[in-house]
Nanobody, 125 residues
Framework: VQLQASGGGLVQAGGSLRLSCAASGRTFSTHIMGWFRQAPGKERLFVAA????????YYADSVKGRFTISRDNAENTVYLQMNSLKPEDTAVYYC???????????????????WGQGTQVTVSS
C-alpha cells in the first residue's frame, strides 16, 4: 500500500485547510485510514481515522468539532477538513493505513502498517 499526502500549507489562525491522502496498491487489505501529526521534538499523535467499510470515524479530543475526516472509496482517497485552525495545530501531518490487530487501538500509531510521507501544516497567530 502506498500513501501520498497533500494539501498542507501556511494559514492564519482561524483559517481552514483540507488535506488529502491518495492510497494505491492493496488498499483492500486495510481496514482503516488515519491521520496523525507530529510537532518538532514531540511524539506522533493521533488526529482522526475512518473505516473503509462504514462511516465509523474517530477523533482526538483536541480536534473534535473542528476537523472532519471523510473518504471517497471510488478514488481510494481520504480527506481531512481542518477548520478553525489554531497555532497548536502546527505539525507535520501523516496519513496512515491500518489492519486490525488483536489488542490494538485505532488511536495508536503502532496499529497502522503503512505511512505516507507527511505534509507540513503551519498555523500563524
Amino acid at each position: 500500500v502506498q500513501l501520498q499526502a497533500s494539501g498542507g500549507g501556511l494559514v492564519q489562525a482561524g483559517g481552514s485547510l483540507r488535506l488529502s491522502c491518495a492510497a494505491s496498491g492493496r488498499t483492500f487489505s486495510t481496514h482503516i485510514m488515519g491521520w496523525f501529526r507530529q510537532a518538532p521534538g514531540k511524539e506522533r499523535l493521533f488526529v482522526a481515522a475512518i473505516m473503509w467499510s462504514d462511516d465509523s470515524a474517530y477523533y482526538a479530543d483536541s480536534v473534535k468539532g473542528r476537523f472532519t475526516i471523510s473518504r471517497d472509496n471510488a478514488e481510494n482517497t481520504v480527506y481531512l477538513q481542518m477548520n478553525s485552525l489554531k497555532p497548536e495545530d502546527t505539525a507535520v501531518y501523516y496519513c496512515a493505513a491500518g489492519v486490525w490487530k488483536y489488542g490494538g487501538s485505532w488511536y495508536t500509531a503502532a496499529t497502522y502498517d503503512y505511512w505516507g510521507q507527511g505534509t507540513q501544516v503551519t498555523v500563524s497567530s
